[in-house]
């Protein structure tokens, strides 16, 4: 068993009003000097077998078909 | 001319869309199941909105992945027209039937209103029964209708006229780029929208600015 984490984040230039909310809600609490926030997502995966360059592979493709939508978003995978 | 509807768990503007073809055409539309593979002999297929697989990983995400999705990519590529609003817009987004990308709301709000749309480009399949330029007016109902693409794309379906439909008159009620409000795809068979043309259809509604749009699709004489 393989375990992976699957980083997907907004691209730059991609307007994100989530993390303004976020930024916002973070200066009234009066956390000073917080430069922009953007949002994103973290999924956790368990994939069968041991061959970790098959996992990337693998997990390469569930990114580009489902995961992320990369017309706006970017992903990262790191193999735990 | 003959329809369908498509329906997916979550969707529930399906009935509204059934009613509005239904009147339009005279014809009940065909309605098929997103497990289905082979779609019936129809010349529009429309996608309704609601909140399929309940908004979950990006809204239209994971319907954009069902079975129904491959055919209706077929479908389209032999030319057939295809319908998304709402929920069906950001379906065919995520299928890649169309550019772009829709996200949340720049206000984060739901927004449940009337806008104003312009018609930007008249010459479509769905849209010859309007004039071009001319605004009409629209019910919106969404969270995530707010149009992202790239400079490039974003340039290229300006200058193609991909362009159909514009929140006017100051009404943008998403933080939509360019005001876009709807999309065509460029052989100009597959429209996606975020307004709801299928709630204003007749008197009851409060208006019937929404008439024209079917009336194309399907080839009706507008009344």
Redesign the interface.
């Known amino acids: 068993m393989i375990k992976a984490r699957v980083t997907v984040t907004l691209k730059n230039g991609v307007l994100d009003p989530q993390g303004k909310a976020i930024e916002g809600a973070l200066g009234s609490l009066g956390f000073e000097g917080v430069g922009q926030v953007r949002q994103g997502k973290v999924f956790d995966l368990e994939v069968e077998g041991s061959d970790r360059t098959k996992a990337e592979a693998d997990l390469k493709a569930m990114c580009e078909k489902l995961l992320a939508n990369t017309v706006i978003e970017n992903y990262a995978i790191s193999l735990l | 001319m003959k329809s369908a509807v498509v329906q997916l768990p979550g969707l529930n503007r399906d009935r509204d869309m059934i009613t509005a073809l239904t009147k339009i055409s005279g014809h009940a539309p065909k309605v098929v199941w997103q497990t289905e593979t082979e779609l019936p002999d129809v010349d529009l297929i429309v996608i309704p909105g609601g909140f399929s697989y309940g908004d979950y990983?990006?809204c239209g995400?994971?319907a954009a992945?069902m079975p129904v999705m491959q055919a209706i990519k077929a479908k389209a590529e032999a030319g057939v027209r295809v319908l998304g609003v709402c929920n069906g817009f950001q379906i065919l987004?995520?299928a890649g039937l169309l550019?772009?990308?829709l996200?949340?709301?720049?206000?984060?709000k739901f927004v449940c209103k009337e806008i104003k749309l312009e018609v930007t480009n008249a010459s479509t399949a769905f849209t010859g029964a309007y004039a071009k330029g001319q605004i009409i007016r629209c019910p919106i109902a969404h969270h995530d209708g707010?149009y992202?693409?790239?400079a490039e794309t974003l340039k290229r379906i300006e200058d193609q006229q991909q362009v159909v439909f514009r929140y006017a008159e100051g009404t943008n009620p998403n933080?939509s780029l360019n005001d876009i409000a709807g999309v065509i795809n460029e052989r100009g068979n597959v429209l996606g929208m975020m307004p709801h043309p299928e709630n204003l259809i007749e008197a009851a509604h409060g208006g019937s600015d929404g008439r024209a749009l079917f009336a194309s699709a399907l080839d009706v004489i507008a009344a």
């Open positions: 990983l990006r995400a994971i992945r987004l995520e550019p772009g990308a996200m949340r709301n720049s206000s984060l707010n992202f693409a790239d933080g």
